[in-house]
């Protein structure tokens, strides 16, 4: 592979900028840092898609200790993802500049954003657990202070509980390391996975039990159940776009953590089957159904949106585990799918909350009449996650239903599709009657209450972007194909 | 010639001590005399490093087979160097810290001579002279523990005595129950060879040794005296109680470990099992505690409590990788301890508050002391490109190659410990700069980041950390050259 120091530059580039920004005073002005903070998120973009389609490059940068080297790939799954990444960073980004007017303590938000952004491009990057790992712990303490980016007494305490719930389910993560250094060839991602036959002969057992418990670990980033508990908390009190990055792209490191773990470390052939995979997959329809239920139960509208996204995760994480070819294409198609899906929602909730500061579901009576375009955008995105055809949830939840079935795992195999069945029926109802009761409020409204209060271009932009964006299975040709060139050597030459 | 020089780095702070207590300077000049003094003897660590003298320099013939002698091994020089590096640096925070203390030349004169007698405990010959100086060491720090000289610290330095002297008395015993099977002889890396078998009485006088020395390196349930010698002046709290007299017990474990008793004679017996079990046990109890604990003190010799187990843990793998491991958080735990206790030690002596709810939202008005807290908090917490991780991986490594159910279980330990470490340490200091609005907090007017004295020390060992941290690599060579490579 090609040796290319060009591979640190989209993992180096917003970092520095979050530096300069939280350094230099003169980008302290609000008119001179929306534009700097435009052109880092634009360039980062740039930088990812330039390297998604040049040739497949690696970089040995240096090494921390013996055996813990950093090191950067751009293979495909570190391409999918990079870009997903840089796109929705620059989404979001582009919605906190009105957003942000709210808010105080400017010059911080955007460093921190920027630097998370750096953070997270670098655990997608990563060539190896140590430089995974490493990401995957700045990536935590570079977005605590979005979290906590109110203050409140409150926020600041989700900012701890995000915290500790990150660094749990990474210290389990670490496990994994002096394991595979026991019983694996290297620490660098393989397709396959990288177990030494001879050395792993009698100690299944505990293998087994530290893949779970690293499994597990990295879940906590996701929201996968039990390590689930920091995502209703934290994302709703971090400003809206940065809740949006929180469920729309952070909880995808989880996701790329452990088909790491999965498919590069531990490898299929080891896992499925095992006592681990039924485990798993178990635990991840336990958390599609309990996220699901709860969002239907619950009355903030961003905390619902929480809910749902430790719900929708785990579609993802279910079709991970499963390990066979089309139930892997459905995960990666409802990373994308839910990336952009959850991102357009967490927008329009800070849309309304900014313009109206209805923060409570029952609140929002009406609010299609005064806002038509977001609520539009809301329903789309609504419906792309409900799975509705022709929006993208639809293709990944029916690749999903169909991996299931063909895995052959008794019981799971047709349990899976009735709980995402059920879950799908829940989310239906917990997302769409906002915007029946939005569009319709009803006879008794007062009609005469209402004022346009359609927010700006930098709101709306991003929005209807992404509400087009959630029907992309129109176009899901070709990712079809990308991903396909991906999973098959994963799976040792399975094909769909 | 060249072994007399082993003298000079344990005579030196002996004489410039009684110096700085017998000659009538101001206190400027006194101040400038200590901190020099602690330089130059680091000077003259330097030149023992440089003229490396091999062979031993014998003090003083007590019986036949029994004689208080010197030598500089691989081992020695790992401690010389991380006390070279520190104690100047200490010596300086000292300076500001003890500004308007009382009784100032004792604290300095006691301060200097336990430079010496560290430098005696890492440069001994063997047991008997390690003992020597192990005892030494307590009887030259217990007037700094005491210096405040009301109850607490009283009641803290007797508590002080009784558990050293105790501890070292049961080390005692097993020196000489050793001496009852082996001539007493210098420290040998791999002790004795493996073929008196699995000698039970050898094996109680390890156990018995271990224990004994385990008082100084904290080891429950034998810990207690630490977080009580808090009391002291924090350069003493920070030096001596997270670098110098804690690591001193570990490295008399270390000596009678690998050096006297050997991993041939101890290797899956009771006598490695007990100490590591009773090791990945401190290991969390002192996390718990330190996480209960709400004065920020003595949260911290918690956390040494349970990081010195960490090193007492990779030592009782009795694997070189796991010496190695151990000797690279002794190292690294030394620097980040001594750190977080001089940001505490700097807002007690600067604002008094002395409570961890008290400085959340301090760091705005303390920026550089909270940001060297963060950054050896998150240091201790093991994130990657700081030191911790590096040893904690270390650790880890050493630990999983060598397998089984202890091991294991030590794992895990480790593992929730640094969840533990990340509880105790970071939301502190998090806070300390994003405070919950709901907070009201007084500033005063002394509430302001410290003088040079303190400020040079700071930024110094922040330099370290990060170096350690990112090239991590030299150093472990170096360490396994100086371990593995003979004298």
Known sequence: MVQSFSLLLPVLFPILCGLLLAVLPFLKKDNIRKPFVLFALLASLALTVWKAFGPEESLFLCSLAPGADISFVADGIARVFTVLIAFMWLMSGVFSFEYMKHEQNHTRYYAFFLMGEGAMLGVAMAQNYVTMYLFFEWMTLMTLPLVLHSQTEQAVKAGMKYMLYSFAGAFAGLLGIPVLVKYGTTLTFTPGGVLNANAVAGHEGLLLGVAFAVILGFGAKAGLFPLHAWLPTAHPEAPAPASAVLSGVITKAGVIAIIRVIYYLFGTSFLSGTWVQTALLSIALLTVFMGSSMAFREKLLKKRLAYSTVSQVSYILFGLFLMNATAMQGALLHVICHSVVKDGLFLCAGAIIYKTHHTRVDELTGVGKEMPVVLWCYTLCSLALVGIPPMCGFMSKWYLAIGSLESGISVINWLGPVVLLISALLTAAYLLPITIKGFFPGNNFDYSSLEKKEPGACMLIPLILLAILSGFTIFSGPFITLFQGIITPLLGGVGL | ?487
């Open chain 2, 1 to 487: 010639m060249s072994e007399y020089l082993l003298l000079l780095p344990v005579i030196l702070p002996l004489l410039t001590g009684i110096a700085v207590y017998g000659l009538p300077l101001s206190r400027k000049a006194r101040n400038f005399f200590a901190v020099a003094a602690a330089a130059l003897n680091s000077a003259a660590i330097l030149l023992l490093f440089l003229r490396h003298p091999a062979g031993s320099l014998p003090l003083l013939r007590l019986t036949a087979n029994v004689t208080l002698a010197l030598r500089m091994d691989g081992l020695s020089k790992v401690f010389l160097a991380l006390i070279a590096l520190l104690w100047p640096l200490a010596t300086l925070y000292a300076v500001e810290y003890m500004q308007s203390a009382h009784h100032q030349p004792r604290f300095f004169t006691f301060y200097g001579i336990s430079y010496g007698v560290t430098c005696g405990v890492a440069l001994s010959e063997n047991l008997m002279t390690l003992y020597f100086f192990y005892e030494l060491l307590t009887l030259a720090t217990v007037p700094l523990v005491a210096h405040e000289q009301d109850r607490r610290s009283m009641r803290a330095a007797r508590k002080y005595i009784i558990y050293s002297i105790g501890g070292a008395s049961l080390s005692f015993v097993g020196m000489m129950m050793l001496s009852y099977r082996v001539p007493l002889q210098g420290f040998v890396f791999g002790g004795l060879d493996g073929d008196m078998g699995h000698d039970p009485f050898l094996l109680a006088a390890y156990l018995l040794t271990f224990a004994g020395f385990g008082v100084k390196a904290a080891v429950f349930p034998l810990h207690d005296w630490l977080p009580s010698a808090g009391v002291a002046p924090t350069p003493v709290t920070a030096l001596l109680h997270a670098v110098a007299v804690v690591k001193s017990g570990v490295f008399a474990c270390i000596r009678s470990t690998y050096y006297v008793f050997g991993p041939a004679l101890l290797a899956g017996t009771v006598a490695q099992y007990v100490p590591m079990t009773v090791a990945s046990f401190t290991i969390i109890f002192g996390s718990v505690m330190a996480y209960k604990e709400q004065h920020w003190k003595r949260r911290l010799a918690y956390s040494t409590v349970s990081n010195l187990s960490y090193i007492l843990f990779g030592m009782t793998l009795l694997t070189t990788q796991g010496l190695l491991a151990a000797l690279s958080h002794f190292v690294f735990h030394g620097i980040m301890k001594i750190t977080l206790f001089f940001c505490a030690g700097t807002v007690l002596c600067k604002t008094g508050r002395e409570y961890v709810p008290d400085t959340e939202g301090l760091g705005r008005r303390m920026p550089l002391t909270f940001a060297v807290y963060l950054l050896s908090g998150l240091a201790l917490t093991g994130i990657p490109l700081l030191p911790g991780f590096v040893s904690k991986m270390n650790l880890l490594n050493a630990a999983a190659a060598f397998g089984g159910k202890y091991a294991f279980t030590g794992v895990i330990a480790l593992l929730l410990s640094a969840l533990l470490t990340a509880a105790y340490l970071l939301p502190m200091s998090v806070r300390a700069f994003l405070p919950g609005k709901g907070i009201a907090v007084c500033y005063t007017e002394k509430d302001r980041d410290p003088g040079l004295c303190m400020a040079i020390p700071f930024v110094v060992l922040c330099m370290v950390m990060v170096f350690c941290g990112v090239c991590a690599g030299p150093f472990m060579n170096r360490l396994q050259s100086l371990i593995m490579g003979g004298v």
